[in-house]
């Protein structure tokens, strides 16, 4: 879901850019199961991307995040329509995705 935010899915993104297409996705996925969007950690998070890489917008569809985060929640509910989990933990370890529901 994460890498069709991205404008080159199949070429590794930065680590600015995975995570924040992480961190987008399990908002948007979140959020389309009826849970409230953290605005506040949201604009933290793509603080601290864009200090250390500011050029992380490059490699996403849309530099505006709200428009992603809108655009990976229909995503979610013409795939995943009857999946209700939380995504409750998000990270990346050893170049793996790992994801915690409930």
Same mark, same amino acid.
């Given at each position: 879901?994460?890498?069709?935010?991205?404008?080159?899915?199949?070429?590794?993104?930065?680590?600015?850019?995975?995570?924040?297409?992480?961190?987008?996705?399990?908002?948007?996925?979140?959020? /389309?199961?009826?849970?409230?969007?953290?605005?506040?950690?949201?604009?933290?998070? %793509?603080?601290? $991307?864009?200090?250390? &890489?500011?050029?992380?917008?490059?490699?996403?569809?849309?530099?505006?995040?709200?428009?992603?985060?809108?655009?990976?929640? /229909?995503?979610?509910?013409?795939?995943?329509?009857?999946?209700?989990?939380?995504? %409750?933990?998000? $990270?990346?370890?050893? &170049?793996?995705?790992?994801?915690?529901?409930?």
């Amino acid at each position: 879901m994460a890498q069709t935010a991205l404008i080159n899915p199949d070429k590794d993104p930065s680590s600015e850019a995975a995570s924040a297409a992480l961190l987008f996705s399990s908002t948007a996925w979140n959020v /389309a199961v009826g849970q409230k969007m953290d605005i506040a950690l949201c604009k933290a998070a %793509i603080r601290q $991307f864009e200090e250390c &890489n500011p050029a992380f917008w490059d490699e996403f569809k849309s530099k505006k995040w709200q428009k992603t985060v809108l655009r990976l929640i /229909a995503y979610k509910k013409e795939h995943y329509p009857d999946d209700g989990r939380i995504i %409750i933990g998000c $990270f990346m370890m050893e &170049n793996k995705v790992r994801v915690e529901w409930v």
